[in-house]
Structures are given as C-alpha cells and as structure tokens.
C-alpha cells in the first residue's frame, strides 16, 4: 500500500520556514503558566518530562490547545466543565521550607 503524502516538498519547506519565524521571537518562547513560583517554571524540557511522567495533565502552556474543544464537546452532551486548583505560591513556600530543613540536616534530596 502505497504511503500517502504528508505535503508537497515545496510546501513543507515554507512550513519549516514559518516555524523558524516563529521560534526566533522571544515572545513566543515565554512560558505562560502562571506558576511562576514553580521549580520548573520556563524550564521545558523538564516540565514536559514530568507531565510525560505522570501523565495526569498537559503543562499548563499547551491546555488551551485542548480546553477550548473539550468545552464544546462538553456543551454537545450538556455537560459542564470545571478548572482544577492550581498550586499556590503557598505550597511553594512550603517546599522551599522543607528543603531548607533537609539542606540543615544534611539530607541533600
Ligand atoms: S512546557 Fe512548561 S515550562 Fe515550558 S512553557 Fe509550557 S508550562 Fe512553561
């Protein structure tokens, strides 16, 4: 069977184009969770290696991706759809608390 084609070349390389546009302006590279507390907060590679991880929930910056259409297919069945809390800085504060303890006990997790 034969394989069925992706994109004329042509068009590809403007997509390729595009795409290099795009991640050459600083704005499109800012992370825009507002967890701007969180350990991993604009640090990619490692918040989408724990949200891979856990699989529970997409970083924050790519939901909208998705919210917007499960909204709609919610609405189809009469459904609501709620946000989950978030973090709050408290937490974070908690954490730094707790590593602070373990760093002044000699226990370096
Ligand atoms: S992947 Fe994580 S760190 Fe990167 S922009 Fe999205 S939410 Fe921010």
Redesign the pocket.
């Known amino acids: 069977m034969e394989q069925k084609k992706f994109m004329a070349k042509e068009n590809f390389y403007e997509v390729i184009q595009e795409i290099r546009e795009i991640v050459k302006d600083p704005e499109n590279l800012r992370?825009?969770?507002p967890n701007t507390f969180c350990e991993?907060?604009?640090?990619?590679r490692e918040?989408?290696a724990q949200h891979r991880y856990f699989g529970k929930h997409l970083?924050?910056?790519?939901q909208p991706i998705l919210k917007d259409k499960i909204n709609a297919l919610a609405e189809t069945a009469e459904l609501y759809t709620d946000a989950k809390e978030r973090s709050t800085i408290e937490d974070w504060q908690y954490v730094s608390e707790r590593d602070n303890l373990n760093k002044q006990n000699g226990d370096n997790k």
Not at 40 to 44: A, E, N, T, V
Not at 59 to 62: S, T
């Open positions: 992370c825009t969770c991993w907060y604009g640090k990619c918040c989408v970083p924050v910056c790519l």
